[in-house]
């Protein structure tokens, strides 16, 4: 893996494309990541850095406390990171992410974030100095390690995961699992759903976020390069051929979506699924725009006055700078 220090060009804190991070500034601590899943959305984006390669922007933590202090209101949470992922098992990642976290959360704004790492004791620390304001979303799509070492082959174990969702929720922080993407024919099956539910219910989490993954021309040729299984591969692009084109609710960009009929049914088979072990499904309506409408929970539903502010938010008053005199 190769590791590089850059500078960023723009903000830091920057409005993303997806309509389920409306009004919530993100930040991205890499380009790149050195989790190097085969079918991860980033392999498509103009900004890919290529493989084995992890472009880190340096100053980021002293320009997002900069930036928060110029906000005319503050935010009520900050989303890391929706191009990576803030823990990356590299050292430079991994320290600007504290650095960045404790900035924000320090200044008295939440900090919310989605992850297939490893969670340091360090950041556990902070979390359990600002209970309530930390929410986490841990991705995890099986509960077979073999099958995750294949597809994910740089992310943390399903162990790890799972000691992460409990660690977390021992110090106050907000959890919710994202099995995001599932593969139809290959992590979705109900012995295995029924599994990673089961596992959801026993460490105490009751809200699981759904997709199924989508096809860029990126993440086929990735597939084919870093999946040996040749017949693994064909089980998991083959239900495309009959796919739809889709963009991405909020204007992120699109892809090749499984038919409506196949994830319709999919979804419909999860919620009953997950109804048997006291979870609540959310599917993503960014990515299933014509069978959902809903949230995915990539960040907390909040109080009533505060779903007005998320409204307003979207029009950056919430914590764009002042003017320039």
């Given at each position: 893996?190769?590791?590089?220090?850059?500078?960023?060009?723009?903000?830091?804190?920057?409005?993303?494309?997806?309509?389920?991070?409306?009004?919530?500034?993100?930040?991205?601590?890499?380009?790149?990541?050195?989790?190097?899943?085969?079918?991860?959305?980033?392999?498509?984006?103009?900004?890919?850095?290529?493989?084995?390669?992890?472009?880190?922007?340096?100053?980021?933590?002293?320009?997002?406390?900069?930036?928060?202090?110029?906000?005319?209101?503050?935010?009520?949470?900050?989303?890391?990171?929706?191009?990576?992922?803030?823990?990356?098992?590299?050292?430079?990642?991994?320290?600007?992410?504290?650095?960045?976290?404790?900035?924000?959360?320090?200044?008295?704004?939440?900090?919310?974030?989605?992850?297939?790492?490893?969670?340091?004791?360090?950041?556990?620390?902070?979390?359990?100095?600002?209970?309530?304001?930390?929410?986490?979303?841990?991705?995890?799509?099986?509960?077979?390690?073999?099958?995750?070492?294949?597809?994910?082959?740089?992310?943390?174990?399903?162990?790890?995961?799972?000691?992460?969702?409990?660690?977390?929720?021992?110090?106050?922080?907000?959890?919710?699992?994202?099995?995001?993407?599932?593969?139809?024919?290959?992590?979705?099956?109900?012995?295995?759903?029924?599994?990673?539910?089961?596992?959801?219910?026993?460490?105490?989490?009751?809200?699981?976020?759904?997709?199924?993954?989508?096809?860029?021309?990126?993440?086929?040729?990735?597939?084919?390069?870093?999946?040996?299984?040749?017949?693994?591969?064909?089980?998991?692009?083959?239900?495309?051929?009959?796919?739809?084109?889709?963009?991405?609710?909020?204007?992120?960009?699109?892809?090749?979506?499984?038919?409506?009929?196949?994830?319709?049914?999919?979804?419909?088979?999860?919620?009953?699924?997950?109804?048997?072990?006291?979870?609540?499904?959310?599917?993503?309506?960014?990515?299933?725009?014509?069978?959902?409408?809903?949230?995915?929970?990539?960040?907390?539903e909040r109080s009533e006055g505060d779903a007005g502010r998320r409204t307003q938010s979207r029009t950056g008053l919430?914590?764009?700078?002042?003017?320039?005199?």
């Amino acid at each position: 893996m190769t590791v590089r220090f850059i500078e960023r060009r723009g903000a830091v804190l920057t409005p993303s494309g997806l309509a389920c991070l409306a009004g919530v500034p993100t930040v991205n601590i890499t380009s790149g990541c050195a989790h190097g899943c085969a079918y991860c959305y980033a392999r498509g984006y103009s900004r890919y850095p290529g493989e084995d390669t992890v472009l880190v922007y340096r100053d980021t933590a002293a320009r997002v406390a900069r930036e928060m202090a110029r906000k005319r209101r503050p935010p009520h949470a900050v989303y890391f990171c929706p191009s990576c992922d803030a823990f990356q098992p590299v050292s430079a990642v991994l320290e600007l992410s504290y650095q960045s976290m404790a900035a924000i959360l320090d200044a008295g704004v939440g900090v919310e974030f989605v992850t297939k790492g490893a969670i340091p004791d360090r950041f556990l620390d902070l979390f359990s100095r600002h209970s309530g304001r930390v929410s986490a979303q841990v991705g995890l799509t099986t509960l077979d390690d073999g099958l995750r070492t294949v597809l994910e082959s740089g992310a943390a174990s399903v162990a790890e995961r799972l000691r992460s969702i409990l660690r977390l929720k021992a110090v106050g922080v907000s959890v919710s699992v994202r099995a995001d993407p599932l593969i139809y024919g290959v992590t979705d099956s109900d012995s295995s759903l029924a599994a990673l539910m089961a596992a959801c219910r026993e460490r105490g989490v009751r809200d699981v976020a759904v997709s199924y993954l989508f096809i860029r021309p990126a993440i086929a040729s990735s597939l084919k390069r870093h999946v040996a299984d040749r017949s693994l591969v064909e089980r998991i692009l083959a239900p495309y051929a009959q796919g739809r084109r889709f963009a991405l609710r909020g204007g992120a960009g699109g892809g090749l979506a499984l038919p409506e009929a196949i994830r319709r049914a999919g979804f419909e088979r999860m919620k009953q699924l997950a109804a048997g072990h006291g979870l609540e499904i959310h599917v993503c309506g960014c990515k299933n725009a014509d069978v959902a409408s809903g949230r995915c929970h990539l960040v907390r539903e909040r109080s009533e006055g505060d779903a007005g502010r998320r409204t307003q938010s979207r029009t950056g008053l919430l914590w764009e700078s002042p003017p320039s005199p």
